[in-house]
């Protein structure tokens, strides 16, 4: 142990980030652990390596005995009189061991001990790295493709993209940069397991509050999403400032900020919406670009009953149902979608019921 320990423990902290303090206590530990393995107990030894030149030295507690049964814990006192004239019997005298005296075996198993620590604080570090950012973005690297999961490199650790959390229909090639949202971070015995998605809603989110300096600082807020991930996305907006467009921040200038977004995500429709504390008002809203002529909606039931012009039909409803689809989903609510000559045949057929019911009773 000397001064080169302590330089190379510095640059191991400055590459890996691994404490050195944890690293010198693992040092003492390991020469205590290769005690024990040479002479069978080490209760009675401390080790203490310093921490300005590296040396280090290993001190066994000894009873000053009159006849020595075992060497490891006693000394006789003749041998204590040589360190110190004062010892006698029943004082405890502190006895520096060489560790050339442990032999080769139990220093190899001290250089295990360490190198094993090494190990578990660089994963210790990547964990608390990555796990501080779970449910948040990172840009990551294609590293390879993998049959249905592709690699991805994060700079200090990799993750998988399973065909799960990928969008249906996106290619990814070697090199590329692509941005991932962190679900979930998993301490294991092999290192940290990072979850990450292309598909999850909250991506969108991200990607809202690092283009739109209104959304990350809390101006606008971003109040509901709904997404089918490579398809559309619904959000819905509000701001806390009377001066702020929530909408037309979300939107940029030209729509400079919404459409880099959009490239991201490789040409998902975004359809931003202001949100409202009114179920009605947030129904016509989300069900944006049809027209609605009117909503009637059960706050209780969570159900709404929602009348557009017959030419708007298709739209509100959307292709395979999409657009309706999202809009229940954005909030909250079960939306019945009728034209407006649906509603009226509905209204009369109501109307002819009432009053058969009508001659019913008087009959």
């Known amino acids: 142990m000397n001064k080169e320990l302590l330089d190379a423990l510095d640059v191991l902290e400055k590459e890996k980030e691994v404490n050195k303090e944890v690293m010198l206590e693992a040092i003492e530990n390991s020469l205590i652990t290769a005690y024990k393995n040479h002479f069978g107990k080490a209760d009675n030894v401390t080790v203490t390596v310093s921490r300005t030149t590296g040396d280090y030295s290993i001190i066994a507690a000894k009873e000053v005995v009159e006849q020595v049964e075992d060497p490891i814990t006693q000394i006789s006192v003749e041998e204590a009189q040589k360190i110190d004239k004062k010892f006698d019997i029943g004082d405890t005298v502190n006895v520096k061991v060489e560790s050339k005296e442990f032999g080769r075996i139990a220093t190899q198993n001290a250089k295990n001990v360490i190198l094993q620590k090494i190990r578990e604080e660089e994963r210790k570090v990547i964990y ?190 959307g292709k395979e149902g999409q657009n309706a689809r999202l809009a229940a989903r954005l909030t909250g609510f079960k939306i019945d979608i009728k034209s407006e000559s649906q509603a009226k045949e509905l209204e009369q057929m109501g109307d002819v019921q009432m009053e058969l019911s009508e001659e019913d009773e008087e009959a």
């Open 128 to 317: 608390d790295q990555y796990y501080g950012k779970e449910k948040d973005i990172v840009t990551g690297i294609v590293q390879k493709i993998n049959g249905k999961n592709v690699s991805i490199n994060l700079g200090k650790a990799d993750a998988v993209l399973t065909e799960k959390e990928q969008v249906k229909g996106e290619v990814f090639t070697p090199t590329e940069r692509i941005k991932l949202y962190i679900v979930e971070v998993k301490d294991t015995p092999k290192g940290p397991r990072i979850v990450v998605s292309r598909t999850h809603p909250e991506l969108v989110k991200r990607l809202f509050e690092a283009e739109v300096a209104e959304v990350k600082d809390g101006t606008v807020e971003i109040k509901s999403i709904a997404r089918e991930a490579g398809s559309r996305t619904k959000i819905a907006v509000w701001s806390n400032n009377k001066d702020v467009d929530a909408v037309g921040a979300c939107v940029g200038l030209n729509g400079a900020r919404v459409n880099a977004i959009v490239s991201e995500l490789r040409g998902e429709k975004i359809d931003i919406i202001n949100w409202s504390e009114n179920p009605a008002v947030l129904i016509e809203n989300a069900l944006s670009p049809a027209k609605v002529v009117s909503v009637v909606a059960d706050d209780e039931e969570k159900t709404a009953k929602v009348v557009v012009p017959d030419y708007q039909l298709s739209l509100a409803i």
